[in-house]
Every structure is written in C-alpha cells, then in structure tokens.
C-alpha cells in the first residue's frame, strides 16, 4: 500500500513536467516494454552546478530541451539583461525588445518583463534622450477673461515669401471673444509693433494686459515706454513654458491654414488674401463662445457677398424710418449684445472646464519631494532640434519654495 497525495499545480507554475508533457514522444507506437537507464554516459553532466540551490538542476536541462533557454537568476540575470540594452549589440531598445534579445539568447527567467522594464526606467541614457508626451505634461491652466477687449495676445507670424515687400504678418487676438487684427509689415522689430499697439489702442481702447512671448521685439525700451505711458501690463510667457501665449499661437494656426488654401500656386500674394482670411476667420463659429467672434463684438451677424448674390431676406426688406420703432429695436439689441457677452463667457468657461478635464486625466500622477534629482526639459528643443543633442538637462535636486509670490505654475526650483 502507498500513502501519498495528489496535488492539483497550474502548468504554468510547474516548469519542468509542463515542458515534458510538450515534447514529442518518439516511442509513441512502440509498445515494447523499455528499461529505465540508471546510469549516465557522460561524466560532464555531474560537474554542472546551479547557482540557485533552492532550484533543483533537472528543470534546467527540461527547460532547455523545451524552450531550447537557460534559466538564470540573480546578478547574472541583470548582466546579461544590461548586456541585452546597454552593450555594444544592444542599441537601448525599450523594455520588449530588450527581453526579446534575452530570449533570442536562450535565456530566461520568470520577472524578465518586469526587470526589463525597471532597467529602461532607470537607464540615463534613455532618459536623457526620450522625448516629452501629453502625459508628462503639467496640469493645464486656462486663462478666463471677463469682459472684451480687456486682454490681447501678440505674436509675429513668418517669415513668409516676398509679398509686396511684406514677409512678416503681426496677429493680435482678444481673449474673450477671440476677434483677430492682423497686418502684413516687411519687419519684425520694435518699431513696427509700437505702431501697430498705438491702432489698436484707438480703435478698441487701451486693454488690461498684453500677452507675448520674450521675443526682442516686444522686449525693448519702445514697447516698455508705451505699455507704461497707456498703462497697460505687459504679461510675458516663459521660455519653459510657451503655452501662456497658446491663445495667440492656435489663431496663427489657423489663419496660416486658411491662406495655405486660398493662396495657391501664386505664395507671392499671401498679403492681398490676408484681409480674406480676417473675414473668414471672423466670420466662423467657435464653439468655445457659442457664436462667431463678430457677432459678439457688433451684437449682430456679418452680412456675406453671397447673400446679395442669392438674394437673401435682409437686402430685400424696406428700411423702417419710424424713429420709435427703430429706437426700440436698437434698444433691444444693445440688450441683446449684453445677454450675449455673457453667454459666451459661461460658455468659454464651460469649454476650459471641459478641456481641463480631459487633459489632467491623461496626465501621469507624479509627486515630487524635497531632495529628489530630476530632469529639466528643454522645450526649445521640441521646435529647434539639435541632432545627437539630449532634450533634458540636469540632474537637479529638488528644493521647497520659500517665495509666496512665486508664478502657480512653478512646482519647485532648481539647484544644481
């Protein structure tokens, strides 16, 4: 009689029998009784020793005629895996690849995965050079601007092909109800955008805060002297971080998109098509403010050349000369216009709300002590690319800020 238990081990816990149970059977039809063999022919197989000796030395040699691998363990493991990534032959692939190339080199072992993917995490040179993505970025803050024409953004835009001696275009867009003024200028310096700040100050009135990046043309004695004559703030956005003037740059997108299409073969005549592009732009609904920007601003729809050229209702119709009726339907679109400023307000901070709400979460939780080395990305990087150039600067150790009037959107300073 025998006294033993039978228990129940998953295949993919039980190594050695697992792989036994895979091979080929080559005496599969032969039913001639085989006697076992107790003695081993070769004499090198009693000199092999496991580094492991909690792991027996059979499932080695079950493991290599299965999986034709070895199984390693411990220092030797994270050799060979550095060898797999960092050596001559490795190339700092991610962490599949590397474990495919230890594979690939009849080696395994049960947390190669995971030791892969530590070893890439910790690996400078990948970090040094990897690039920056959605996820790493900072949670966003939108700027929300209560009434019109209280904050403006300026940016240059080119240079662009020879038009009319022109090759630079000077956009402004208001943040609230993102009306766009625009010139054609044959340069970008100082002089020039003191000239255009002093039309748009007598045309839509003197504004709260300017916002531009920190180019030499907006950061001289010229610009300085008249934002403080008019008393106006010059707000500046950082080299780390240029999305503060996004407002601005997204209207660039999109005029520069639209006189792609309109000028053609012909890029000479860019400058006779921008005025085009102003009335198209303003012209076009934006969901963030529920209506078009000219709307908003003159409490009324742009009329079109094509509404004269298909007869529209409104050119049809009598002009009303009662002074009483006329007053009060001016009285009621003053109304109107007030309604509507403030509609489009709720609806721009729903629209932030939202989009904040979907960038944040794509955003990795990361938490940042006091003393931690990190890495300073190089955002001028992400536009002027140096070839073989890393994208990140440092290590810099972490320190608390002691300045309260420190900008919310630096976490921590600097050192060295």
């Known amino acids: 009689e025998f006294d033993f238990k039978v228990i129940d081990?998953?295949?993919?816990?039980?190594y050695a029998a697992d792989h036994l149970l895979r091979l080929k059977n080559p005496y599969e039809n032969v039913f001639d009784p085989k006697e076992i063999?107790?003695?081993?022919?070769?004499?090198?197989?009693?000199?092999?020793?496991?580094?492991?000796p909690s792991t027996p030395l059979f499932p080695d040699f079950a493991n290599y005629h299965a999986g034709k691998f070895i199984i390693k363990a411990g220092q030797e493991a994270i050799d060979i895996l550095k060898a797999c990534h960092s050596g001559p032959t490795g190339g700092h692939y991610g962490a599949n690849y590397t474990a495919k190339k230890v594979f690939d080199s009849g080696f395994y072992w049960p947390t190669i995965?995971?030791?892969?993917?530590e070893l890439v995490k910790h690996c400078d040179s990948c970090q040094r050079q990897g690039k920056i993505s959605q996820r790493d970025e900072t949670p966003?803050?939108?700027?929300?601007?209560?009434e019109i024409f209280d904050v403006w953004g300026i940016d240059f835009m080119g240079p662009f092909p020879s038009s009319k001696g022109n090759k630079y275009v000077l956009v402004a867009v208001d943040y609230l109800s993102k009306s766009v003024e625009a010139k054609a200028l044959p340069t970008n310096d100082g002089r020039v955008v003191v000239k255009f700040l002093k039309s748009l100050f007598s045309r839509f009135g003197t504004p709260k805060a300017i916002i531009s990046d920190r180019g030499t043309h907006f950061c001289n004695d010229q610009c300085s002297r008249v934002m403080s004559k008019y008393g106006v703030t010059h707000r500046l956005s950082t080299a780390y971080h240029p999305q503060t003037s996004g407002q601005v740059e997204v209207t660039n997108r999109g005029l520069k998109r639209i006189l792609e299409r309109t000028v053609g073969e012909n890029r000479a005549l860019w400058s006779d098509k921008l005025e085009d592009a102003l009335w198209a732009f303003g012209t076009a609904f934006k969901t963030h403010i529920g209506c078009t920007p000219y709307k908003l601003v003159y409490g009324k729809s742009c009329h079109l050349p094509l509404e004269l050229e298909h007869k529209a209702f409104w050119p049809l119709k009598h002009a009303n000369f009662d002074h009483k009726t006329a007053g009060d339907h001016r009285k009621l679109q003053l109304n109107e216009l007030s309604e509507l400023h403030d509609q489009a307000y709720e609806n721009s901070l729903i629209y932030k709300e939202r989009t904040k709400k979907l960038h944040d979460a794509k955003i990795k939780n990361r938490i940042f002590n006091v003393g931690d080395q990190v890495l300073l990305f190089n955002s001028r990087l992400k536009i002027f690319s140096g070839k073989l150039k890393s994208h990140w600067s440092g290590p810099f150790k972490n320190l608390p800020i002691r300045n309260s009037k420190v900008d919310s959107f630096r976490w921590f300073q600097f050192q060295g």
């Open 9 to 14: 081990t998953k295949g993919a816990e039980n």
């Open 113 to 117: 995965s995971k030791d892969a993917f």
């Open 37 to 52: 063999n107790q003695t081993f022919p070769l004499e090198s197989l009693k000199k092999v020793a496991h580094q492991d």
């Open 140 to 146: 966003q803050n939108s700027i929300q601007v209560c």
